[in-house]
């Protein structure tokens, strides 16, 4: 829901003051909203045990990884729980229980 209040299109503006990039920040409003409809949609799927679900949701995990890296190089700071938490859930999604769950 975060992806949906801070998207361009969403709710509240995204100033991008922290790695100080605020048109690319401006640019990229409305592709997280559509971000946070697609998280929307995999949890949905997950809540379900829909074993697209799973796929749908390593796959934005492993995006949140990549995007999570180069903007911590950028310097930032703000990526770092970011990185954390994606790493976190990919942990969690690839363990057996999790996969025998949705039989992966």
């Excluded at 697209?52 to 180069?70: A, D, E, H």
Aim: aromatic letters at 6%.
């Amino acid at each position: 829901m975060v992806h949906l209040l801070f998207g361009g299109g969403g709710l509240v503006s995204f100033s991008g003051t922290d790695v100080n990039l605020q048109n690319l920040a401006n640019a990229l409003g409305d592709p997280i909203t559509v971000e946070g409809l697609i998280l929307v949609v995999a949890a949905v799927a997950v809540l379900r045990v829909a074993s697209w679900g799973w796929k749908l949701s390593v796959g934005i995990v492993l995006v949140g990884i990549t995007t999570s890296v180069p903007a911590l190089v950028l310097g930032s700071v703000g990526a770092l729980p970011a990185l954390v938490v994606n790493l976190v859930l990919l942990y969690f999604l690839a363990r057996r229980k999790t996969r025998g769950l949705f039989q992966i």
